[in-house]
């Protein structure tokens, strides 16, 4: 492939969301500088690419390297094989095609080429020739060959006499290559096209460090090619200082090297039955410890020339600057570059792209180790690696192996790439040396015990099957058949392992300066919250020992963290089954924190629970109001050290408001501001879902199902807490269907509803998933709180700091500053809103940022939040489902239609409910049959009255 000449024109690109306040912090490695948070830079620069691909502002923007005025140049290639595909913004041929025709054909009549223009000319007439062109297959066949060369080219441009089938048989039998064609009006502005190993590559005709061109000019690449394009480049820049380039180096070529190993095992954990293996691909590579060593010496000497190391998963590139920009000015007249090769299509590419670009723009490299400071060898012998694994007869066999399999043969020459035999090689090297682990290393080890023996079986067999060979066919046969078991085997290796979530977990910056998470009211950041974590185990958990070696390790650096205290191992009951793993940690203040297994998978025996499986790290915290995060970011170090990390696609960060505070009001007043902050909740209730509420995670928390009447009552209600109770009962403000708990609603208020719950639903338990066990509507115990259940599981401390706050805003707006007409239970948006939000994320944006702004936050801060809102509801919406054959079958919900009467009626401290529809009421004995009366007993609002009611 050609160097990249970089762009002229330098055009700044601002978005229209503003960027929050960047901290300064010192380099890891060298000496304070203005670097600057990498983890609120990574926030910012997906945030800019987000506002750019759905219609951010054309104000002027422009990224550069740390330390350097040298401008971030992004440029890409997509590459394909038939010209067809390219046809329409590639219709013509350079001038200088028809002297390499004339010669070709000159060759071809002389004996030195295949006589493939010779066959092309003689069909021409019949199969190539464009639509309306004057020449009949007589007229034709009467010209000799020169002759009919010589009527295509005295057009001057020979494509236009010739069909696109007949252009790309010329293609196709190397006629001409892709470097014949010519770029015309057809072809957008930027885009140009060459030959590689006989394929198309489509690519930028210069460097863009525009980032809004960009990336608009890969979309309508994209469109067009209907494939995401993979190659990319990434030009930047190093400092001139060699004192600050000596200082990041390390980390820098740890980026590099740590990206290839991620995307490497992203690939990896695909089905090789269903894709091209990566392991059989010459040009696809991971880096050795010499060639690391010898890109880190060139960036220490600010030698850009020996910056080259192009045939891996992410290349190092040295390529030409463009003199003509100020930036690139430089001595020597080279800039380094990360071109992404391979592996970083999907999500992978927006994470690769922006980890990469927030590492580079800030200058920071936090996080990420010292490449020499761990043992780690890709190319040590075989001996030295598999000692672990394997005996000393086995580790044998892998060194004939090695000698005899071509794809494990091994060269020591300092320059060799080792492409194959590193990346077969590449489950059993120390992993636990370079990234934090946890408990899972256990899990990896045995893994790559399981490949070792696997790979030595396999070698012995090639070696048995050496013997028996007859022909070089067979010979191919036997090798062909053991790479596939060597692809099975990493195949089945990564995708228990899932090295590349660890790679991902260890390239992201983890916060460091966190927001401040109090607002001006004083009054509500005194009210004690208590907020439930959940962390993902870093791969399906099989069993109890496993998931509590887990939980044991982080409730022990959580223990350590925060200066010691009481670690408690409890007994198993919990969550309605009593199969939960559960520790508690007393703090030196005297809290407890609680460490447990949920969202438990299990099978049951004649009704009993067995062989639990699967779920999360539930941590609830104790009841308090911090003035910091600083608690909370050592909760989620302790998780991310033991291996574990959110997700927010699966699991939740409830948070728990104390009613002391409401309850401490006359009971009316308190009463009245409870229903108001469910009003205003239910008014903005569409807004908050989708900036906060995957959509996957609805059926643990749904929507209440608001009706005229409830509406009604909350609007008018005037009574204490027992008329608040009944209200909410009454109109079912809960989760009435059955399967499931009353209290798996957005937002749980149970606890106000359990003074007037039957007694039949109130302090027992029930496992909702035993096939075996009645239901009914378990409203559980708790008392003095209510819940919101609907915020999904914050993926760092960062984002669960902003959780933090917003909750004390919701508060204090509902509460103390919201005018009485914002506090109507009626939704300010409507389904259509929301499905406008969904196909327009600048209307979603705005939406967002009016919502923060009447709360009093800033929308900047929240920014990146509301994107993976947008992300997260677009992505389920357009996911494709699989065909009817093979979708489960999920039964709709079902209502329950025998809701008891309400307890505590008599206590209510007014003589009728005026918000209550008098009709007639329907009161179930305990048995379920209906017996009527014209009471004021409970309504089903939705569910079927029997007729002997009436």
Same mark, same amino acid.
């Given at each position: 492939?050609?160097p990249?000449?970089?762009?002229?024109?330098?055009?700044?690109? !601002?978005?229209?969301?503003?960027? &929050?306040? #960047? %901290?300064?912090?010192? =380099? *890891?490695?060298?000496? +304070?500088?203005?670097? /600057?948070?990498?983890?609120?830079?990574?926030?910012?620069?997906?945030?800019?690419?987000?506002?750019?691909?759905?219609?951010?502002?054309?104000?002027?923007?422009?990224h550069?390297?740390?330390?350097?005025?040298?401008?971030?140049?992004?440029?890409?290639?997509?590459?394909?094989?038939?010209?067809?595909?390219?046809?329409?913004?590639?219709?013509?041929?350079?001038?200088?095609?028809?002297?390499? !025709?004339?010669?070709?054909?000159? &060759?071809? #009549? %002389?004996g030195?080429? =295949? *006589?493939?223009?010779? +066959?092309?000319?003689? /069909?021409?007439?019949?199969?190539?020739?464009?639509?309306?062109?004057?020449?009949?297959?007589?007229?034709?066949?009467?010209?000799?060959?020169?002759?009919?060369?010589?009527?295509?080219?005295?057009?001057?441009?020979?494509?236009?006499?010739?069909?696109?089938?007949?252009?790309?048989?010329?293609?196709?039998?190397?006629?001409?290559?892709?470097?014949?064609?010519?770029?015309?009006?057809?072809?957008?502005?930027?885009?140009?096209?060459?030959?590689?190993?006989?394929?198309?590559?489509?690519?930028?005709?210069?460097?863009?460090?525009?980032?809004?061109?960009?990336?608009?000019?890969?979309?309508?690449?994209?469109?067009?090619?209907?494939?995401?394009?993979?190659?990319?480049?990434?030009?930047?820049?190093w400092?001139?200082?060699?004192?600050?380039?000596?200082?990041?180096?390390?980390?820098?070529?740890?980026?590099?090297?740590?990206?290839t190993?991620?995307?490497?095992?992203?690939?990896?954990?695909?089905?090789?039955?269903?894709?091209?293996?990566?392991?059989?691909?010459?040009?696809l590579?991971?880096?050795?410890r010499?060639?690391?060593?010898?890109?880190?010496?060139?960036?220490?000497?600010?030698?850009?020339?020996?910056?080259?190391?192009?045939?891996?998963?992410?290349?190092?590139?040295?390529?030409?600057?463009?003199?003509?920009?100020?930036?690139?000015?430089?001595?020597?007249?080279?800039?380094?570059d990360?071109?992404?090769?391979?592996?970083?299509?999907?999500?992978?590419?927006?994470?690769?792209?922006a980890?990469?670009?927030?590492?580079?723009?800030?200058?920071?490299?936090?996080?990420?180790?010292d490449?020499?400071?761990?043992?780690?060898?890709?190319?040590?012998?075989?001996?030295?690696?598999?000692?672990?694994?394997?005996?000393k007869?086995?580790?044998?066999?892998?060194?004939?192996?090695?000698?005899?399999?071509?794809?494990?043969?091994?060269?020591?020459?300092?320059?060799?790439?080792?492409?194959?035999?590193?990346?077969?090689?590449?489950?059993?090297?120390?992993?636990?040396?370079?990234?934090?682990?946890?408990?899972k290393t256990?899990?990896?080890?045995?893994?790559?015990?399981?490949?070792?023996?696997?790979?030595?079986?396999?070698?012995?067999?090639?070696?048995?099957?050496?013997?028996?060979?007859?022909?070089?066919?067979?010979?191919s046969?036997?090798?062909?058949?053991?790479?596939?078991?060597?692809?099975?085997?990493?195949?089945?290796?990564?995708a228990i392992?899932?090295?590349?979530?660890?790679?991902e977990?260890?390239?992201?910056?983890?916060?460091?300066?966190?927001?401040?998470?109090?607002?001006?009211?004083?009054?509500?950041?005194?009210i004690?919250?208590?907020?439930?974590?959940?962390?993902r185990?870093?791969?399906?958990?099989?069993?109890?020992?496993?998931?509590?070696?887990?939980?044991?390790?982080?409730?022990?650096?959580?223990?350590?963290?925060?200066?010691?205290?009481?670690?408690?191992?409890?007994?198993?009951?919990?969550?309605?089954?009593?199969?939960?793993?559960?520790?508690?940690?007393?703090?030196?203040?005297?809290?407890?924190?609680?460490?447990?297994?949920?969202?438990?998978?299990?099978?049951?025996?004649?009704?009993?629970?067995?062989?639990?499986?699967?779920?999360?790290?539930?941590?609830?915290?104790?009841?308090?109001?911090?003035?910091?995060?600083?608690?909370?970011?050592?909760?989620?170090?302790?998780?991310?050290?033991?291996?574990?990390?959110?997700?927010?696609?699966?699991?939740?960060?409830?948070?728990?408001?104390?009613?002391?505070?409401?309850?401490?009001?006359?009971p009316?007043?308190?009463?009245?501001?409870?229903?108001?902050?469910?009003s205003?909740?239910?008014?903005?209730?569409?807004?908050?879902?989708?900036?906060?509420?995957?959509?996957?995670r609805?059926?643990?928390?749904?929507?209440?199902?608001r009706?005229?009447?409830?509406?009604?009552?909350?609007?008018?209600?005037?009574?204490?807490?027992?008329?608040?109770?009944?209200?909410?009962?009454?109109?079912?403000?809960?989760?009435?269907?059955?399967?499931?708990?009353?209290?798996?609603?957005?937002?749980?208020?149970?606890?106000?509803i359990?003074?007037?719950?039957?007694?039949a639903?109130?302090?027992?338990s029930?496992?909702?998933?035993?096939?075996?066990?009645?239901?009914?509507?378990?409203?559980?115990?708790?008392?003095?709180?209510?819940?919101?259940?609907?915020?999904?599981?914050?993926t760092?401390?960062?984002?669960?700091?902003?959780?933090?706050k917003?909750?004390?805003?919701?508060?204090?707006?509902?509460?103390?500053?919201?005018?009485?007409?914002?506090?109507?239970?009626?939704?300010?948006?409507?389904?259509?809103?929301?499905?406008?939000?969904?196909?327009?994320?600048?209307?979603?944006?705005?939406?967002?940022n009016e919502?923060?702004?009447?709360?009093?936050?800033?929308?900047?801060?929240?920014?990146?939040l509301?994107?993976?809102?947008?992300?997260?509801?677009?992505?389920?919406?357009?996911?494709?489902?699989?065909?009817?054959?093979?979708?489960?079958k999920?039964?709709?919900?079902?209502?329950?239609k025998?809701?008891?009467?309400?307890?505590?009626?008599?206590?209510?401290?007014?003589?009728?409910?005026?918000?209550?529809?008098?009709a007639?009421?329907?009161?179930?004995?305990?048995?379920?049959?209906?017996?009527?009366?014209?009471?004021r007993?409970?309504?089903?609002?939705?569910?079927?009255?029997?007729?002997?009611?009436?």
């Amino acid at each position: 492939m050609r160097p990249l000449n970089l762009v002229t024109t330098i055009v700044l690109v !601002l978005l229209s969301f503003s960027s &929050a306040a #960047l %901290a300064l912090e010192r =380099p *890891k490695g060298g000496k +304070r500088g203005k670097t /600057k948070d990498c983890y609120v830079y990574l926030q910012k620069v997906k945030s800019e690419k987000f506002a750019v691909e759905h219609g951010g502002s054309d104000a002027e923007k422009i990224h550069s390297m740390a330390g350097t005025k040298i401008p971030i140049v992004r440029a890409f290639e997509k590459e394909g094989l038939w010209y067809e595909d390219i046809a329409a913004w590639f219709p013509t041929a350079k001038p200088e095609t028809g002297d390499k !025709l004339r010669a070709r054909l000159k &060759a071809e #009549l %002389a004996g030195k080429k =295949p *006589k493939h223009l010779l +066959r092309w000319l003689k /069909k021409y007439s019949e199969k190539y020739r464009a639509q309306g062109v004057p020449m009949p297959p007589k007229k034709w066949a009467a010209l000799d060959v020169n002759g009919q060369l010589a009527f295509l080219l005295e057009s001057g441009d020979p494509f236009s006499l010739i069909s696109v089938k007949g252009r790309s048989e010329l293609f196709f039998d190397e006629v001409l290559s892709f470097d014949d064609l010519a770029v015309s009006d057809a072809t957008p502005p930027g885009i140009t096209v060459s030959s590689d190993l006989g394929s198309y590559e489509i690519k930028t005709a210069s460097g863009i460090d525009d980032l809004a061109k960009y990336l608009q000019l890969r979309q309508k690449t994209e469109e067009f090619m209907e494939g995401r394009v993979g190659h990319q480049h990434l030009v930047h820049g190093w400092p001139q200082k060699a004192e600050i380039r000596k200082a990041i180096a390390p980390y820098y070529i740890e980026l590099l090297d740590s990206v290839t190993w991620y995307l490497f095992y992203r690939q990896l954990k695909r089905d090789p039955d269903d894709v091209a293996s990566i392991l059989d691909h010459p040009f696809l590579g991971v880096y050795t410890r010499d060639s690391l060593l010898r890109l880190f010496d060139a960036v220490v000497d600010g030698d850009v020339s020996r910056f080259k190391n192009k045939f891996r998963m992410v290349g190092a590139r040295a390529l030409k600057s463009d003199e003509s920009i100020e930036g690139q000015r430089i001595s020597g007249g080279l800039v380094p570059d990360f071109e992404l090769r391979s592996g970083n299509k999907g999500e992978a590419r927006e994470l690769v792209e922006a980890v990469i670009e927030s590492r580079l723009i800030s200058g920071n490299y936090s996080g990420l180790r010292d490449f020499r400071s761990y043992e780690f060898d890709p190319s040590a012998p075989i001996s030295k690696i598999c000692e672990r694994w394997l005996t000393k007869d086995q580790i044998k066999i892998l060194e004939k192996f090695e000698k005899k399999f071509p794809m494990m043969k091994y060269s020591d020459h300092a320059l060799a790439h080792n492409h194959f035999r590193n990346k077969i090689i590449a489950p059993l090297l120390p992993w636990e040396n370079r990234l934090v682990l946890g408990e899972k290393t256990e899990i990896l080890n045995a893994g790559q015990k399981r490949y070792a023996i696997k790979l030595a079986l396999i070698a012995q067999a090639y070696l048995d099957g050496l013997k028996t060979i007859r022909d070089q066919v067979q010979l191919s046969e036997l090798r062909e058949e053991t790479m596939e078991k060597i692809q099975k085997a990493g195949y089945r290796f990564s995708a228990i392992a899932r090295l590349d979530v660890d790679f991902e977990r260890y390239l992201i910056p983890a916060p460091t300066g966190l927001p401040d998470v109090t607002i001006v009211h004083f009054d509500v950041n005194r009210i004690d919250l208590g907020i439930e974590y959940s962390f993902r185990f870093p791969h399906v958990v099989r069993n109890k020992d496993e998931t509590e070696r887990y939980i044991k390790s982080a409730v022990e650096n959580f223990s350590e963290k925060m200066g010691g205290g009481k670690i408690e191992r409890l007994d198993e009951a919990g969550h309605g089954h009593g199969l939960s793993i559960r520790y508690r940690f007393t703090d030196n203040q005297n809290r407890v924190w609680r460490f447990e297994w949920d969202g438990i998978q299990r099978e049951y025996l004649e009704g009993e629970p067995v062989d639990p499986w699967g779920g999360h790290m539930e941590v609830p915290t104790p009841k308090f109001a911090p003035a910091t995060a600083g608690e909370i970011q050592r909760l989620y170090q302790s998780a991310r050290e033991a291996g574990l990390v959110p997700k927010r696609t699966a699991g939740g960060s409830h948070v728990n408001i104390d009613l002391a505070d409401f309850m401490a009001l006359p009971p009316m007043v308190g009463a009245r501001k409870m229903a108001d902050l469910i009003s205003f909740f239910e008014a903005n209730r569409e807004i908050v879902s989708f900036i906060w509420q995957s959509p996957v995670r609805q059926r643990v928390a749904i929507p209440v199902e608001r009706t005229p009447e409830m509406e009604l009552a909350f609007n008018e209600f005037k009574g204490d807490w027992n008329d608040l109770a009944l209200l909410l009962y009454t109109k079912q403000y809960f989760n009435p269907y059955v399967g499931r708990k009353p209290r798996y609603i957005q937002f749980n208020v149970t606890s106000l509803i359990t003074p007037v719950a039957p007694d039949a639903y109130v302090g027992k338990s029930i496992d909702i998933k035993n096939p075996e066990q009645k239901w009914f509507p378990e409203f559980g115990t708790g008392l003095g709180r209510v819940e919101f259940r609907l915020f999904d599981a914050m993926t760092d401390a960062y984002q669960a700091a902003l959780q933090l706050k917003y909750v004390r805003a919701l508060l204090d707006y509902a509460l103390n500053k919201a005018p009485r007409s914002q506090l109507v239970m009626k939704s300010r948006f409507t389904p259509q809103d929301v499905e406008f939000w969904s196909k327009d994320a600048r209307e979603f944006m705005n939406a967002a940022n009016e919502h923060f702004e009447m709360l009093g936050l800033d929308p900047s801060e929240y920014r990146q939040l509301a994107v993976e809102g947008w992300l997260m509801r677009t992505a389920w919406e357009n996911r494709q489902l699989p065909p009817l054959s093979r979708r489960k079958k999920i039964d709709p919900p079902v209502k329950y239609k025998k809701f008891l009467t309400p307890k505590n009626l008599e206590k209510s401290g007014r003589h009728d409910i005026p918000e209550f529809n008098p009709a007639l009421w329907c009161k179930f004995d305990s048995g379920g049959t209906p017996s009527c009366r014209a009471t004021r007993y409970i309504r089903f609002a939705f569910s079927e009255i029997s007729p002997s009611c009436f």
